[in-house]
């Protein structure tokens, strides 16, 4: 199916975008010249939080204090500076990390969820890239997840090409699967048949932020994939009905292998989740990592 969507010409404003991120490499040449510094020290704070339980207060090691990473642009338009943030997902069974959502972490006196709304899918793939390029000098004992919005995997040759091969730790979670109500069914079967080629290639896909309806209509379109992450608000109104909690897990394991709870913050809601079938954890209990402020 595939196949009848490929585009034969890679859009000149994507090969833009590329050549800039290409340009970002140079930042990467302490991950070359240093390679041990760099991963001893994501390694350690890897170890350190490694199965430990934190306070929600000590989230975060500096929040004011970011180091800058690259440039990218407010509205596509304005030079804005941002940093990368890691936020650990945990197996919920043994407390161990599993791997980490790669996020963008924007200074203090922006707020990210209007900034990332208004920027348009092909400044996010911009953003996509240089994530990609920066997970490559990290461990490869955990996962990365970064994050694409649903319109992406309509137009998926016109940048897959630019990303092969792809890191083997690579996750990509549909940030937006609410998208999915405003496509098409042509459009539907576009992003099913790109979801199932790339997880046929070893790139996991998982659905982020999705509720009790979201699992019904993906599991009524007969998706499935490797993860899907329950919404915090949904976790937190559920987790005060424990045998509805465990139903709409339950709901999440029929479409997909792994079911991660978002919100967690005490012990005890993640006994709650791990009592309820949920696979893996991720929330402020798990402290944020700022690897360029390891270094």
């Known amino acids: ?9 890679v859009s000149s404003s994507i090969k833009y975008w590329h050549l800039l991120y290409l340009t970002a490499c140079c930042q990467n040449t302490l991950c070359i010249l240093f ?10 704070i890897c170890a350190d ?25 407010n509205s596509d338009a304005d030079p804005l500076q941002f940093a990368l943030k890691f936020e650990p997902i945990v197996d919920l069974s043994t407390a161990l990390r599993y791997g980490c959502e790669v996020l963008t972490h924007l200074p203090a006196n922006i707020n990210s969820e ?19 390029d920066k997970i490559k000098c990290y461990p490869q004992g955990l996962r990365y997840s970064l994050n694409l919005p649903m319109q992406a995997f309509l137009s998926w040759p016109l940048f897959h090409s630019l990303i092969t091969p792809s890191p083997s ?16 069914t042509p459009q539907r079967a576009i992003v099913y048949g790109v979801i199932q080629h790339l997880e046929n290639h070893g790139i996991p896909i998982w659905l982020d932020d999705v509720n009790e309806q979201l699992l019904g209509a993906f599991s009524a379109a007969n998706w499935h994939l490797s993860g899907v992450k329950l919404d915090k608000n949904t976790f937190w109104t559920l987790s005060h009905v424990p045998e509805k909690l465990r139903q709409v897990i339950q ?11 978002e919100g967690i913050e005490t012990q005890k809601q993640q006994e709650i989740a791990l009592l309820a079938g949920a696979n893996l954890g991720q929330g402020y209990l798990w402290p944020a990592i700022y690897p360029e402020q390891a270094q």
């Open 1 to 9: 199916m595939l196949s009848g969507i490929l585009l034969r010409n």
């Open 35 to 44: 390679p041990g510094k760099q991963i001893d020290a994501l390694g350690n």
């Open 49 to 73: 939080a490694r199965g430990d339980i934190v306070a929600p207060s000590l989230l975060l090691w500096n929040d004011k204090s970011e180091r800058s990473v690259f440039t990218a642009k």
């Open 114 to 132: 209007k900034y990332f709304h208004q920027l348009s899918v092909q400044h996010r793939l911009h953003l996509f890239y240089q994530q990609i």
């Open 169 to 184: 730790s690579l996750i990509i979670e549909i940030q937006d699967p609410n998208t999915f109500y405003s496509l098409s």
């Open 251 to 261: 709901m999440g394991r029929a479409i997909a292998g792994l079911v991660v709870v």
